[in-house]
């Protein structure tokens, strides 16, 4: 078992080198769910003399006011080997063998996060000891509760600290080692006022009782001891510090583990109890509870970590990729995202996504009902039949059949179809811009690189604009290929009556009476039809070839080809990411990396068991 305290230890520390501690976060937090034991205790409750009688040296801080003024997270692991060292997290590879620095490195690692002043933080400092006369556990020392602030302490301090110890003894997960001393009234203890608060049937709570051999003469806390004065579910347990007196001294801490043994065994009111008495029994009973609630807690830990695990990689995944740090890799950045951007913009022509159904909706609906509602009348009024005809003729009245005055009221009749020809081409044109500023608000890369989402809108719009002018050209030709060649067939087809002016010996007056004129603007009428019903087909192919068909195939050709000639620091300018958004990225990696390999660690516990 003793390898599970280890696994919460190693996961601690990671924890901490990534920032985690607990506190408030965007990022999930895996602190929280580690079991731990905090030390809560009044000033001069004799916390500080607890912690080293556990450890067997002397190395914490001592003095008036606030001492502890971080949380020391306090990792013990027992080796084989006869000699004692310490290790700082924050100090990697350096080894402590003289305890009077680690004293003085806690001193001067609290000073660095808040300053030669009197001020709390709330981020953990970690201190690992390795000693044979130590049991494997771990303990969180937190800042001693206090009534009043001190000269140099601002007035919120009292609350702050309360603030701070009540942040990690509500937990569920945490075990609150509430130091009480046996000197002062109990029902005044601010250790047990503090734990009954966030654990009221004691569930969690161990009592630890100071200072008993400072009681008043005629006194004993035997009622305390054996839970009657009161309860918790667990015993409590007395400890026998060493005195101010033993401190000066330097005693031996061996030494004072020796004697506190022998007051136990030597003290009528309290013999019965000395087998669950002492500093000894209470780290050996603290590390095997801390083992068993380890042991309940790993299912639900790996449930935890596989369920953060997905929320951080769907998380990374929405966040995108990081920008690559050479030319090369920023270029296959660029044209990757530009690719997905790219294949978003087809799967919306191509109906996978919506939207390309509105380019048919042109040619099915606004293209035949624009080509409907042309009127002809004016060019095919009476009068202007008759002085398109006589003026054709010139000064030679036509013989047959007005071949040039056809000619021209076909062609006027052809000009005013240019107008929704030309609309159709417009048309298309806006369906294909929206449907690229729907590609680039889908391409979730673009939305990371506000420059290269601009650039990419710029370039797909300017291709668009070249194929628009392109397609009306090729769209217009078609319709002035209309004019410029008449099907023969279609007049050829129409009958000949003589009787209707086609008889070349009546009077050049009786050619151009109103009957012959509406004849020949009927005739007109039914020719133009018969191109809108052409051109209704072929102008849906013109700009389908001239323009969906080239924006699928090449929108961002020319984009990519001066993407070839730019340097990398111009490559790096389009990929200018949110610094926000950089470090959330980082930070989540990170986060991600630690629950890995937290999982790994636990899952490789787990089938060891």
Known sequence: MENLISLVNKIQRACTALGDHGEESALPTLWDSLPAIAVVGGQSSGKSSVLESIVGKDFLP?????????????????VEENREWAEFMHLPRKRFTDFAAVRKEIADETDRETGRTKQISSVPIHLSIYSPNVVNLTLIDLPGLTKV??????DSIVQDIDNMVRSYIEKPNSIILAISPANQDLATSDAI????????????????LTKIDLMDKGTDAVDILEGRAYRLQYPWVGVVNRSQ???????????ARRREREFWSNSPEYKHLAHRM????????LSKHLESVIKSRIPGLQSLISKTIVELETELNRLGKPVAADAGGKLYMIMEICR???????EHLDGVRPGGDKVYNVFDNQLPAALKRLQFDRQLSMENVRKLITEADGYQPHLIAPEQGYRRLIESCLTSIRGPAEAVVDAVHAILKELVHKSINETMELRQYPTLRVEVNNAACEELERMRDESKRATLQLVDMESGYLTVEFFRKLPQDVEKG???THSIFDRYNDSYLRRIGTTVLSYVNMVCATLRNSIPKSVVYCQVREAKRSLLDHFFTELGGKEARQLGSMLDEDPAIMQRRQNLAKRLELYRNAQSEIDAVAWAK
């Open 62 to 78: 001592r003095g008036s006011g606030i001492v502890t003024r971080r949380p020391l997270v306090l990792q013990l692991h027992k």
């Open 245 to 255: 007196a033993d401190i000066n001294k330097n005693v031996d801490m061996m030494a």
């Open 502 to 504: 086609g008889n070349p």
């Open 278 to 285: 002492g500093s000894e029994y209470l780290a050996k009973m």
């Open 149 to 154: 602030a001190v000269e140099g302490q601002p």
């Open 193 to 208: 006022k503090i734990s009954r608060d966030v654990d009221l049937k004691g569930e969690r709570t161990f009592g630890v």
């Open 340 to 346: 997905g951007f790219d294949q978003i913009f087809k």
